[in-house]
C-alpha cells in the first residue's frame, strides 16, 4: 500500500504532467484529429483533437484511431492508454446522443476540473502500467470470455489460461512484492 504522503506526491506528480499534456498544442503527425504524447515511459495518452468541432468523430477521426491504436497494440513499451478530448467536453458525439441520466455506470469518480482529471486517469494508468503486461492482457481476455459464457465456462477458461500463461516470471516477481511489502511497479515486468 501506498502511504497518504506518497500518493499526495505521486498526485502532484501526474498533474504537473497533466498540466503540460492538456491541449497539447495541435495533433501530431501523421494525425490530423489525434494528438498523441508519451507522459511516462509506458503510459501512451491519446488526445481527440478537434476543439473547433467539438471532437465530432469523423471519418478521419476513425481511420486514424484505428491506425493508431493498432500501432499501440504492437509497441512493448506502451502499458496502458490515457484517452481524452482537446477542449472543454471529450466528444460532442457522446454528448449529444446520451445524457448523465442514460450513462450513471461511466462514472466511478468526478473531478473538479479537466486537470485534476488528467491527474487521476494518469494515476490509474500508472497503476496499471505497473502490473505485469501477462496478468494484465490475461485478465482482459478473461473478462470479455466471461461476459458471453456461463460462470462455470468461464472458471474453466481462467484455469486454463493461468495454466498456461503464467509460466513467466511475474507471478514471483508479484509474490515477492507482497511479501516485501512494495509496489508491484518496483518491479521489472516480462514483455508480452
Known amino acids: 500500500r501506498i502511504s497518504a504522503q506518497s500518493r499526495k506526491v505521486l498526485y502532484k506528480n501526474h498533474q504537473t504532467v497533466a498540466r503540460a499534456m492538456s491541449s ?8 490530423t484529429t489525434l494528438a498523441i504524447s508519451r507522459p511516462t515511459e509506458s503510459i501512451t495518452h491519446v488526445e481527440l483533437h478537434r476543439p473547433e468541432k467539438r471532437n465530432a468523430m469523423n471519418s478521419a477521426f476513425w481511420s486514424e484511431m484505428l491506425t493508431c491504436f493498432n500501432e499501440l497494440s ?4 506502451c502499458r496502458a492508454v490515457v484517452v481524452s478530448g482537446a477542449g472543454k ?20 469518480r468526478v473531478f473538479a476540473d479537466k486537470e485534476a482529471m488528467m491527474a487521476g486517469a494518469l494515476e490509474i494508468a500508472g497503476e496499471i502500467a ?3 503486461p501477462v496478468a494484465v492482457q490475461g ?9 458471453n459464457h456461463s460462470v462455470a465456462d468461464g ?9 498456461s500463461m503464467l ?3 511475474d507471478l514471483m516477481k508479484s509474490a515477492q512484492a507482497a511479501l ?3 509496489s508491484p511497479k518496483t518491479k521489472t515486468y516480462s514483455k508480452l
Open 180 to 182: 516485501e511489502k512494495k
Open 24 to 31: 497539447s498544442g495541435g495533433a501530431t503527425p501523421p494525425y
Open 130 to 132: 505497473g502490473r505485469s
Open 74 to 77: 504492437e509497441d512493448p513499451e
Open 89 to 108: 467536453l471529450f466528444t460532442a458525439a457522446l454528448i449529444y446522443s446520451n445524457s448523465l441520466k442514460t450513462l450513471p455506470f461511466f462514472f466511478s
Open 167 to 169: 509460466q513467466t516470471e
Open 155 to 163: 472458471l474453466d477458461y481462467i484455469a486454463t489460461w493461468n495454466m
Open 139 to 147: 485478465t482482459k481476455i478473461n473478462l470479455i470470455y466471461a461476459r
